[in-house]
């Protein structure tokens, strides 16, 4: 069974930085892209980040330039470093691969921007 774990989120001040982590569990971490989506309330789930298996990035334009994903194959975790956060980042952040043709998900983790 495939598992993914997110952490890293919380309460940042306005301009501040944070660092998701999500672990994978039941897969071939190494072959698979993953990606950091992100929903906030009211809205819909949104891309922000992915990384495929040969370290090749892709961001949303949105956050270009103040993100940065980054994947550990020996320890199957993927990261995302957010810098310089908005007010508009706050949301619940996910972690996600696509296993044998169908998305797999974690809960979840919350990040709070007080401006």
């Known amino acids: 069974q495939v598992h993914l774990v997110e952490s890293g989120g919380g309460l940042v001040q306005d301009g501040g930085s944070l660092r998701l982590s999500c672990v994978a569990s039941g897969i071939n971490f190494r072959i698979h892209t993953m990606r950091w989506y992100r929903q906030a309330p009211g809205k819909e789930r949104e891309l922000v980040a992915a990384i495929d298996s040969g370290g090749a990035t892709n961001y949303a334009d949105v956050v270009a330039g103040r993100f940065t994903i980054s994947r550990d194959n020996k320890w199957n975790r993927v990261n995302l470093q957010m810098d310089s956060l908005k007010p508009e980042d706050a949301a619940v952040y996910y972690c996600?691969?696509?296993?044998?043709?169908?998305?797999?998900w974690g809960r979840g983790t919350q990040v709070t921007v007080a401006s």
């Open positions: 996600s691969t696509n296993y044998r043709g169908s998305d797999v």
